[in-house]
Structure formats: C-alpha cells, structure tokens
C-alpha cells in the first residue's frame, strides 16, 4: 500500500516542483531514493550492497556516485541511464524501475547542487510565525487559502447549519445530534452560535468516549489476551481511565507519562497505577508448552512497537532482525527501547495475575471499614488469654497420648489420581496435596499403598489443613464431605471395615455413612463446623491382616458432595494395635509442631513457642468462635472485594530481567551483546545525571519533551484524520521515510508547535480545527474537483466518509431510542450468531449476550475478544487490537448492508425506532416519514424520498397482513418487547421502512 502511495506523490512532482523552483530534496528526491535506492544503499549495513550508502550525503559524494552540479562525473547518473541490465540502477530483479519523470528530477537535483535535508519528521517544528496579510484568520485557514492560491484553486462554501449540526456531533461525540439541539442551534442567530455549540459538544461526556476510539485501537486494547486460549483479563478500568482523561483534558504529556510510567511517579495514586496498564495490554500466552525466552521476547518487541507506533510514529519494530532499510534506526535502537520495559513484573507464561483493586470513593470507604474489622479481630485472635494457654497444655498432653499410646505409622502411597482428571501430589511427609489447577467440585480419590506390616488393624485417614488456619476442604469455609470409602486388596478382595470412629461429626453428617454403601451426595460424613479444624476417620478393619506379607492396598474416597467440598490435603495411617478404638482420636501436628510439643516446655526458645501457639489458636476448637468471626469478616471483605473492579497494572521489578540483542531476531541465540535502556541513537537525548540508568519515566519525559520533534507531529495528524477522513500525513503508523511527506508540512508542524508549546492541550486542537473555516467547508465536489484530489488532500472541500464501526452501532441504537448513554463500566456483550465461539478453548466457551441496560450500550464498550471480534464490529473494519492500530481502513462491501439489515441490534433498533415513529411522529403516513427523516438524518426529505419510503410502506403493509405468522415472528427480533397497545401489523411495515432509513448511506456517513 505504500508503494501505491508514493507512486501518487512522485507522479504529481513535475507540478510540485516547476522549472522555476528549486527542488526540494525532502518533497522532490527522498520519496525516490527511498523507495527505490535505501533497500540496498540505505541505513541497514548488513544488507548495504557495494558500500555504498545514498541516505548520507557525505558518503555519496566520497564515493563518487554523486558529484554536485557535474552529470556526467556522477555515477548515478550513469547508472539510471544504462541500457546494460547488468549496470542499470535499480536491478531489473528489483522490479522498481524509475520512471522517464524520476530520472529527470534525479539530474535536476544534482545539477542544482544535490542538496540533503534531514528527513522532515525528525527536524524540529517548523512553526509559520509569519502567515502574510491573514493575521486576524485561524492559522489554518490561512495556511490552507496560501496552500490553494499557489494551485490555483478556492475554498469550497461554508456548509448549512443542519450539516454542520450533524458533522460536529458525529466527530465530536460520536453520536446523532438531537432534533431539539439542531433546530435551536439553526435558529440561534447570535454571531458566536457556532462556537458555543462546539463548546457545549466539548462539554459533554460523550466527548471522551469519541475520542477513546482511535486511542483505544492505537494502544491496541482488548478485553483478552490473544494467541490461542484468548482467555480475559482485567483491563476495563484503563479504558474508563482514557475517556476520563479526555473528558477533563488532560495534557496530553502527562496522558503520556501517567501511562508508560505512572506507577513509577511519586506518590502515585490509584489512576496513575492504572493509567500504566498500558504496559500490559500486550498479547500474552498460557500454553502450557510455550517457552518462556520466545515470550519474553515477544512481549519485548510487542511494547516497542508500541512505542513507535502510539507516539512516535516509526516502523521500529523492523529493527528486530536487522538495522531498518530505510530509517536511521538500528538493532540496538530496538533492543535498547526495549530495555526500558525489563523492569515490569509479570510472567512470561500463564494467567495474568487478577489486578489491583480500583474502588470509587464510596467503595473505597468500605473497603477501609471492612479491613479495620479484619485487623480487630486478628489482633484478637493473636491477643493471649488464660483459657487458651489452659487448652493448648491440655492438647500437648493429648498429643503426646496419643504418640505414645498407638503406633500410627503413615502409609507411603505409591499411586494417587483423582478420576474427574485431579492431580494429587505425594509429599516428603507422604500426605497428599491436591493440586489446585483443574481440581473439580466432585471427585472420587484413588490412592494405592503398599505394607508389609503385620496384623493391621485399622487405618486412619487424617483430613489435613492446606494453609493452617483455612481447613483441608476446598470449600470456601474449609469445609469438605466424604460420602463412602472402601478398600480392597492387591487381589481386588474387598477389605471389610467394621465400623467407623471419627474425631468430630454432626447428626446430619455421621461417620456410619462411610460404610453403609449409600452413594448419594447427601450422606456422607463431615466434621462439626469449624474453619481450619482438622478431623480423623478411624477405619476399623473386621480382621487383621495377620499373615505377614506384604500388601498393597487401594483406598477409594469418594466426594460427590459438590461446591468444592473435597479434601484438599489429607494422609493415610495404619496400625497394628489390637484395640485401635482406645487410642486418643488426635489428629497429630505436623512432623516440625511435633518435634516442639515433644520438647519439655522450659526448655522451648521464644520462636518455637510462638510457632506452636499460632498453630493451636489457628487449628484448635477452643478459638473456634474467635476464628470463625475473623473467617467471616474476610469472607466479608474478601465478598466485597469481588464487587470491585480490577485493573492490571505496570509494577516495577527491583532488578529489570537482562535484554541482550538477538541476532536476526531469534529468541534461542544468546550470543548477543546485553545493552541497557537507551534512546533512539539518531534523535536528541535528553540530558541525564553522570552514572544515571535511565527509567520508563525517563522514556516518557523524553518523548514529550521540546526536544523530540516526533511525538506532537504523530498525535496532530491522527487528530486531524478524525475531522477530515485522512491525515496530513497519510500514514498514520509511520513518519519515517517509507511514510509520506505530508501534502502540507507547515501546518502539520504550525499545529504541532502550537499543540507542544500551548501545554499539550486536546480540546484546544481539537477546538482550533473545528472551529475553522476548513472544517466548516460543503463536502460536495464537482466531478473534476473528485478527478483531481479525490481524497481531498488540498482542502478545498469537507471529507465524506462512512462511520467508524462503533458509531455505526450507536448511531442505530441513538435514533431508536434504545441507547443506554451510561458512561464507564466493564464490557457488554451485544448479539452474536449462535456458535460464534465455537472454535475457543482451552477452555471452550459459550457466549452469553447481555441482558436489559447491558444489551443498549455504546459500541466503545463491546466486548473485544481479540481472536473471535464481535462479527458486526469487523464487518464495518474495527481492528482485531492483536496489534497497535493507527489507522482504520474503510471498506464498503454488501455484508455491511446485510448487517444492517438482519442483525437482531439493527432489526430490534428498526422495530423500537418504528414505535416511536407510530407513537411521536403523527398519525399521517407523510407527517411520520418527515418525522423520522428529521430524526435520522437532521433534515427533512426530498419528495422523491418521501415517495419511495411512502411506497415501501404500503407494500410491505400489505405483505404482513396477509401473513400473521411472520409479522409474529418479525417482532419477536431482540429482548426489547414490542408494545402491546399498538396494531402489530403497523408497526412491522413501519419496522420495514425503519430499516430502510438505517440502511441508508446518509444514515451511517458522517456528511
């Protein structure tokens, strides 16, 4: 595409440059050598063929291929002129030959001098001071009028009201203006109307949702990952922190900082954190085979193309493998900016960490009272108290019973698996952990262990806390339920377990169930309630095992309780004592608590008593009330917490992971030198301390400082294509030299001085463009106007182009009525084709559309599932975001007014807008046409209009009073239930004509 670009631009030169001007080598000769010579003669050393370099002056002269104002010294010269292939520049295999026009302006250009000009982005601003005789004018005017002079060409008329009306409420809030606020802004006949109404659209909130958009695919944001699980994250409050900052106007510099660094400014408070999950919007992975190094790696150049592109406005990421081709920036450059972001933690691999909590100050307060009880009622908890020191040395005695009493010895398993895929994890105490990862809330256990003792007579099941203080179930409560155990021999003879004595149970929940064969998921055992209390299970075999050999033995649990009421950490024990059932039921501390309760207590150190006291007051009945109010003031806390928001956030590593340059870009070569942060080499550097390592604060600063001549030019040109349809510049995404040297620099760079100087203020820009008469220009063009600039890149003209896709969706919703205009929140989920996702996994996934408020939000809101974008939002070319988007292409094919026409949004929109033409727009078929018309599109229609749309009507009246059936079917499109009191068959024809008004071009075109 880009190549078509500067096809464009190279065959307009000759009327660029006149024979009585003097060629300028940044407008006249760059775009040629760079598109046909810097590949092989450029900026990249390792690709550079004969040595010989036409991107440096110097160089080119030393070698001879330029000599100024001499033709036929200069090699190039003779090159571009050969008719041997084997001498002709460029190679015939190259495929970019120069035109008869090219080669002139290469002799012309050198004939005169072969003058260099640094690359017109990467020169400072070049600010017109003085605009001749158009001082009282907006600069742009001016600048634009001088512009279409020297073509001889005039400024198109100002647009009417109506028009205007629409163009501003469109680019300003992405939305149709109100018939009620078009016809007062139409009649208002003060001399400042039109500012004011600018000003009360800039007032408004919507503002910073329009304005969030390209900002929003330019940072590339997604509510999911991306790569092949696609799983979510927890990201949207970034998103309400940019249209906040929009609509406060926030300097854009310190948009910028708080962004790339704002978790690394003093004091930073919970927007600035949150303002720096830019740097975790990337694509990340948890494929469990991936490797950690290639994501690293990914992750490295996913954020400095980031970089480049979002402020910048450079192909940097080029430099990944090699130096660029055709800019000055280089391998290390590309390495060097991306050391910067070594220092955010977070794993190569695997689920994203939840985020920080982002609570409103309502929240916020609560949060605070709800921490200040946990605090309480944990000093409490730790707080000694006589009655519990008196219990503790009563279980140390009991303790000690029951080890000296019974010779419990802990079977080793040999196998453990859980049936529903649960792993379980053999310790070195030889208990079994549960893992956590894929656990279920049903399960039966399955574990295998062999003995050689001789005469068992019991086993004993110990139900181990997890986390001391939190119990060994799984449930929330630390609760768990075992319904039925059983064990059978190496020979699969069942081992018959006579009775069953437990430590602790309920009424409700006895240990008898275990080995009555009752498999239901209602009766099974489970201890008297008690968070953190371990519990034992005494498994009284009917006779010994008395002969002596070795046994391997398979004990079967099964937990079919659900809600996550399985044990998460248990053992296994034997005995070989003859009456087992005298033993003290003491579910024994393990081997380190052991090891103090068996030391006299004189002679225990500080730490161990404290050891050993936390265990009894986080494990023993006694503090059971004292535990269980802390356990449900966290659940309190925790509860609520869960209501909050959550945002990930950029958080620093103390010591930044080692970035080394990758040779050709490959992640398992090592060999490369290790470099620190560092500028791009090529552009001013800021000035930093002796010794100083530079931070991404110290990026940041950087790429908003004065001195950075690339920043201000790359944010105008985007805010500019919003207004006009196309950028000053047209390559949004790169300003280097394969980019295209905008049609009128001065008032790129008089914009961009003002935006930088003025302190980065966006809605004075924005407020400076609209508020000019460019802007307010007709955007109807003569055919020969079309012919000639059929992109209007002169300004002679408005711009038409179609709706971004969001607006497209609110634009429909708006004039239905249907719009629910709640600012922030996390994303909804609109319609979508059943079956959609039915190629997500890991895990697989069904996608549930929102319900009531949720269904009617504006498109900036959509759930962005990066893999699987919601199909109307691609059909009208919203980007995917896997990458940073700068630019939106705009496509016009037939699927487009298919979904206009059929998605249940766009039906149930007809329908709801239909109710409201029948129920405001008068009682004529006339009166509600002009009704809806006005509503629409902020006009009235033509009569050629009003009798097409009057015929549409009548045919399909027609149609649906003959077929109850369909017009049944017709309404039932959508949640939004049609109203009862109205004839169904009116309102599917004015449904009919519904859609035909939001299928038009006008409807979803901003002019």
Same mark, same amino acid.
């Given at each position: ?61 030393? !070698? ?84 279409? *002079?020297?073509? /001889? ?17 469109? +680019? ?182 939840? /985020?920080? #909590? ?58 453990? *698996? ?13 208990? #079994?952990?549960?893992?956590? =990862? ?40 630390? !609760? ?40 239901? &998921? ?37 937990? #079919? ?20 059932? +005298? ?20 002679? =225990? ?66 060999? /490369? ?47 500019? &294509? ?95 009525? #249907? ?135 009548? &045919? ?52």
């Amino acid at each position: 595409m880009k190549h078509i670009h500067f096809i464009v631009a190279i065959v307009a030169l000759p009327t660029l440059a006149s024979a009585a001007d003097k060629l300028q080598f940044n407008r006249d000769i760059r775009p040629i050598l760079a598109d046909r010579c810097f590949a092989c003669h450029g900026p990249d050393a390792n690709h550079r063929e004969a040595d010989l370099r036409l991107d440096d002056r110097a160089s080119a002269i030393e !070698s001879n291929a330029i000599v100024p104002g001499k033709l036929d010294e200069s090699a190039l010269v003779k090159r571009i002129l050969s008719d041997n292939p084997k001498r002709i520049m460029p190679p015939p295999h190259a495929n970019k030959p120069l035109s008869a026009e090219q080669k002139a302006l290469l002799q012309r250009w050198i004939a005169e001098g072969a003058e260099y000009e640094g690359h017109w982005a990467y020169l400072p601003l070049n600010y017109a001071l003085d605009i001749p005789h158009r001082s009282k004018m907006n600069p742009i005017d001016s600048l634009v009028l001088n512009h279409l *002079t020297a073509k /001889g060409l005039q400024p198109s008329p100002e647009a009417d009201r109506r028009t205007l009306a629409r163009r501003l409420s469109f +680019d300003l809030l992405g939305l149709p203006p109100k018939v009620e606020d078009v016809e007062a802004f139409v009649n208002d006949k003060s001399p400042d109307a039109y500012k004011q109404y600018v000003e009360r659209l800039l007032a408004s909130p919507h503002y910073g949702e329009r304005m969030a958009i390209a900002w929003l695919d330019a940072v590339r944001f997604a509510d999911t990952i991306g790569y092949h699980s696609d799983n979510p994250r927890n990201v949207y409050p970034y998103r309400d922190y940019v249209i906040r900052a929009f609509n406060e106007n926030k300097p854009f510099d310190q948009f910028t900082i708080e962004q790339l660094a704002g978790d690394l400014l003093p004091n930073a408070t919970q927007e600035q954190k949150v303002a720096s999950c830019f740097n975790r919007l990337l694509l990340t992975t948890e494929e469990g085979g991936a490797q950690a190094k290639d994501y690293e790696a990914r992750m490295l150049g996913d954020r400095v193309r980031a970089v480049g592109t979002v402020w910048l406005g450079q192909t940097i990421g080029c430099c990944q493998c090699h130096d660029h081709k055709f800019d000055p920036l280089t391998t290390r450059d590309f390495y060097s900016m991306g050391a910067f972001f070594a220092d955010v933690q977070e794993a190569a691999i695997g689920k994203r960490e939840p /985020g920080m #909590l982002v609570p409103d100050k309502a929240q916020e307060a609560e949060l605070t009272r709800l921490q200040a009880k946990v605090a309480e009622l944990q000093q409490a908890l730790d707080a000694p108290r006589p009655e519990w020191q008196s219990a503790q040395a009563a279980w140390e005695k009991s303790v000690l019973a029951a080890v000296q009493s019974s010779a419990w010895t802990t079977l080793k398993p040999t196998q453990a *698996t859980g049936e529903q895929g649960t792993r379980l994890q053999i310790e070195k105490s030889n208990a #079994l952990l549960v893992e956590a =990862r894929g656990v279920k809330p049903a399960d039966v256990y399955t574990v295998t262990v062999t003995t050689a003792a001789q005469g068992i007579t019991a086993i004993k099941l110990d139900a181990l806390s997890t986390v001391v203080g939190q119990g060994p179930g799984r449930a929330a409560d630390g !609760s768990f339920v075992l319904n039925e155990i059983s064990i059978v021999d190496e020979q699969k003879r069942s081992v018959k377990i006579a009775e069953v004595l437990t430590s602790s149970e309920t009424p409700a929940t006895p240990a008898a169930a275990l080995i009555d064969g009752k498999r239901d &998921k209602s009766n099974g055992w489970s201890p008297a309630p008690g968070l953190g209390v371990e519990a034992s299970a005494v498994l009284i075999l009917a006779e010994p095992f008395d002969d002596g050999k070795e046994h391997t033995l398979t004990i079967r649990i099964e937990q #079919l309780a659900g809600a996550d009421r399985t044990l998460g950490r248990f053992r296994l024990q034997a005995t070989t004592a003859a009456k087992p059932a +005298d033993a003290p039921l003491v579910v024994l501390p393990p081997d380190d608590i052991l090891a103090i309760i068996k030391q006299e207590p004189a002679k =225990r150190n500080a730490a161990q008593q404290a050891k050993l006291a936390t265990y009894f007051r986080n494990s023993s009945r006694e503090t059971l009330v004292a535990r269980q109010q802390l356990a449900e003031a966290k659940a309190a806390q925790t509860n609520f917490e869960n209501s909050v928001p959550r945002c990930l956030i950029a958080v620093s590593l103390p010591t930044p992971r080692t970035v080394r340059i990758l040779p050709r870009g490959n992640w398992m070569d090592d060999s /490369g030198p290790i470099v620190q942060a560092a500028l791009p080499a090529f552009l001013p550097q800021p000035q930093l301390a002796a010794g100083q390592k530079p931070t991404r604060l110290d990026l940041a600063r950087w790429i908003v400082s004065p001195e950075n001549p690339l920043t201000a030019r790359v944010f105008v040109n985007r805010v500019w &294509k919003q207004f006009f349809g196309v950028g000053l510049s047209k390559t949004l995404d790169d300003l280097g030299s394969q980019g295209e040297t905008p049609v009128q620099p001065v008032l790129l760079d008089t914009l961009a001085y003002d935006f930088q100087s003025a302190g980065w203020n966006v809605k004075n820009l924005v407020r400076y463009i609209v508020n000019s008469k460019t802007y307010r220009q007709v955007s109807t063009a003569s055919k020969e106007q079309i012919a000639r600039d059929p992109e209007n890149r002169d300004l002679a003209r408005q711009s038409r182009f179609r709706l971004e896709a969001e607006l497209v969706r609110d634009n429909a919703l708006a004039i239905s009525g #249907l719009l629910v205009p709640k600012i922030g929140g996390p994303s909804v989920k609109p319609y979508q084709p059943e079956g959609y996702w039915e190629n997500l996994n890991f895990p697989t996934r069904t996608y549930q559309a929102d319900t009531g408020d949720n269904q009617y939000r504006r498109g900036l809101y959509t759930w962005w599932q990066r893999s699987f974008l919601h199909p109307s939002m691609l059909a009208f070319d919203a980007p995917s975001r896997e990458e940073c988007a700068a630019d939106r292409s705009r496509s016009n094919i037939p699927q487009q007014a298919l979904v206009l026409l059929n998605d249940p949004t766009y039906v149930e929109a007809a329908r709801a807008f239909a109710g409201r033409i029948m129920r405001d727009g008068g009682t004529t078929v006339d009166a509600r046409i002009d009704w809806a018309w006005r509503q629409a599109l902020a006009r009235p229609p033509r009569d050629d209009e009003r009798r097409v749309v009057a015929e549409v009507f009548a &045919k399909h009246h027609e149609q649906f009073a003959k077929d109850a059936v369909a017009t049944d079917a017709f309404l039932k499109v959508g949640q939004n239930a049609p109203p009862s009191d109205i004839s169904k068959t009116d309102l599917a024809a004015w449904t009919s004509v519904a859609r035909v008004i939001l299928n038009l071009h006008e409807t979803i075109t901003r002019n």
